[in-house]
């Protein structure tokens, strides 16, 4: 049965796209079946995997809303090795849409068990807010991987989701654990990012990843070409960090036996 990984942050800007393809396409490259769910109104996850968002069959919000099943709307990726659960702004009606159904923040989560088997990390990129979409992510999610940068107003961000995540688990989800805090677009040349990168393993200990990514350009170039900076670029600074961190997360998993350690 696949993981289910939230990429959630309540700050914009955060890098949770570019972890959220990223990732997906480093876990994909170490022969892991990865499928990545765009649940973001804005699409850009789905547009820099070279998908139209506006050319959409079936999406996200056609799941959601009992349109259409997982594997209806899901595209195979295969030039970059996983599958896609695309979204658009359609996802916007969907807010509306689940408000008015029982059960409204378990729509993911019920969509989901009809694929679990057919991957061993399904990441769900979220919107920059909490809103019924990111809500089904999270009661979705085994766990949750929160991209930040280090700097001071990352700090108070942090604190306000961990307070929504325990929300989260002393109502409808209480398995729901953090699966590690990545350091992104991070610079070490500032004293600022290094003082709060030691606050951040000060207070969170082996929570955080031990994988930096760093302000890399191709890591900003890849999406305009459709592709993850692996594909892009696999040589580039950005492309190397988050093949480290699929390693980081897949060694953390298979210590914990939440996947399995071979490709079945």
């Known amino acids: ?41 804005q699409g850009n996850t789905t547009m820099g995997c070279g998908v139209d968002k506006k050319s959409l069959k079936n999406s996200s919000y056609d799941v959601l809303t009992r349109h259409a099943t997982v594997r209806e709307a899901v595209k195979s990726l295969t030039e ?24 409204k923040e378990r729509a993911l989560a019920e969509a989901l068990k009809s694929c679990r088997d057919d991957y061993q990390f399904i990441l769900v990129d979220c919107p920059p807010s909490l809103n019924v979409l990111t809500l089904n992510a999270l009661v979705a999610a085994d766990s949750v991987l929160i991209p930040m940068q280090c700097e001071y107003y990352a700090l108070e961000g942090l604190s306000d989701l961990m307070d929504t995540l325990g929300n989260i688990r002393d109502s ?80 953390r998993n298979q210590k914990s036996r939440k996947i399995p350690s071979i490709l079945q």
């Open 1 to 41: 049965m696949g993981k289910i990984i939230a990429v959630a942050n309540q700050k914009g800007g955060v890098g949770k796209t570019t972890t959220s393809i990223n990732l997906a396409a480093s876990l994909a490259a170490i022969k892991h079946r990865v499928l990545l769910v765009d649940l973001d109104p």
């Open 80 to 103: 970059i090795g996983f599958d896609l659960l695309p979204g658009n702004a359609d996802l916007t009606a969907a807010q509306v849409e689940l408000m008015k159904q029982a059960g």
């Open 172 to 251: 409808v989800n209480p398995e729901l654990r953090i699966e590690g805090l990545l350091r992104t677009m991070y610079d070490p040349r500032s004293r600022l990012a290094n003082d709060v990168s030691a606050q951040l393993i000060a207070h969170f200990s082996d929570k955080v990843f031990r994988t930096i990514i760093p302000r890399n350009i191709r890591l900003a170039e890849a999406p305009s070409h459709g592709l993850p900076a692996i594909k892009y670029d696999k040589s580039s600074r950005g492309a190397v960090a988050y093949l480290a961190l699929a390693g980081e997360i897949v060694r």
